[in-house]
């Protein structure tokens, strides 16, 4: 399943040292914990800067808090059935190197890990050599993009309801309007890292709790006010690719 698609069904593109996080399916506890932990700060606009302070000064010791055990994702991607140990194996994969944070680890200290998920899954994989699962890790290691069980919409749901005025609100019409505000914050924080994200109308909507037609109708306006540019337009389950600008911007002096 691709990050388009995860994003247009589930929201609809979201750390290590004390106690391990349980991983389930739905990835509520992750999200829970690392809501406002994993988004990178790059973009905050300077006026945003000193509002945000407090949350990247404690990100280094968060994101030491809230890794998802090993035990737990191996326990959570054993494949059913011999027809999926294949994308089971690649969601452990991914799980390993972003829900338990050991992107960076030398692949000589991933193979004990992957050793206990072949044991585990002997029983479905029947006949297929561990040098075949090993291989398949290795080789996929570096195609892996995103995490497993984490859930970006809501860890930027998340930032948005707890971080109220980052970041500060343009000053027009309409965007005082509560579910007009948090939307805008809430974009504000999936566009963490590079600027861009993917979402949809109707994951926008569920997570706003409004109809899908009114969250189309404010990634439309944000689209006209020059606040996001779409990049590419998602075609349902797939959803639309964005890039936060995060201004409205000014009319030209010929339009005025």
Known sequence: MTNQDTLGQTSGWTGGGLPATECTESGTAIVTETRSVRRRTENI?????????SITSAASILSVSSAASVHSVLRDTLPATADDWRVNLFKFTRALKFDCHLDGTNMATIRPHVEQWYAAAA?????????EVWGAVVTSWERARRPAFFDPLADALASAREHVHVPPLPTCPGYDEPVVALAYRLLFWLAQGDGRFFVSCRALGDRLEIDHTRAWRILRMFEADGVIECLKRGKRPKASRYRWNGTVAS????AV
């Open 123 to 131: 029983a479905v994989l029947g006949d297929v050599p561990f040098s």
């Open 45 to 53: 606009p300077p006026e945003s800067v000193t509002s945000v302070h």
């Open 251 to 254: 009319p030209s002096p010929e």
